[in-house]
């Protein structure tokens, strides 16, 4: 259930109707990639639960630049938010060598990427390395490689962000943002393409 102030920050930022909350799905958070929130360097495909990286100027996207688009960043946010509860989602990585993946607050400035600023949390991999990253701080997390599917756990009454090794169902690292208020899963990407799986129950013994 959406914490009390949630409704007026949802309604103010994104207008009624569009963005959802985790509730609103019984086996947990159900999400697309809102294509309005999408950097013009991304597109969309399979229902909006992918995204690819393509080049910028070739307009990707059907959607006119508007204030919720990303504007410096090769960023995209999904259409679900979450307020309470644990929810987990996985992640197919499709021939990409660099991207972020997490959760960001649902106003988080457009002209920002996740990772940088006290607004988002998430898992990036680059040069064949994992770190979390916070506020531009990167810790580096050992014990995953080369990902073609990787989960995430968010736990938000804990205050819990983890990073799940599907292959033995494990969590291998684990963030602990201070939210203050609902947050959606983000992603950042500048090669390849994420697939996303979202609607799943947290697997047993996370």
Known sequence: ????????????????????????????????????????????????????YG?????????????ERFREWAVVLADTAVASGRHY?????????QFRI???????????CIGVDDQSWVFTYAQRK????WVKEKTPIEGIGQP????????YEAQKLSLVDVSRVAVVHTLQPAFRGPVVPAF??????????????VPEGL
């Open 55 to 67: 080049l910028v100027g070739l307009e990707p996207t059907r959607v006119a630049l508007n204030m």
């Open 130 to 133: 994992w770190h979390s990253m």
């Open 89 to 97: 989602w996985e992640v197919t990585v499709k021939r990409s060598q």
């Open 188 to 201: 950042a990407l500048w090669d390849g393409e994420l697939l996303t799986h979202s609607g799943l129950e």
């Open 1 to 52: 259930m959406a914490l009390p102030f949630a409704r007026p920050l949802l309604l103010c930022r994104w207008g009624a109707g569009r963005l959802r909350t985790a509730a609103d799905a019984p086996r947990g958070i159900h999400f697309k990639l809102e294509e309005k929130t999408a950097h013009s360097s991304l597109a969309l495909f399979k229902g909006d639960t992918g995204v690819k």
């Open 148 to 155: 073609e599917v990787v989960g995430l756990l968010l736990d």
């Open 102 to 112: 997490g959760v960001a607050d649902v106003d988080i400035s457009r002209d920002s």
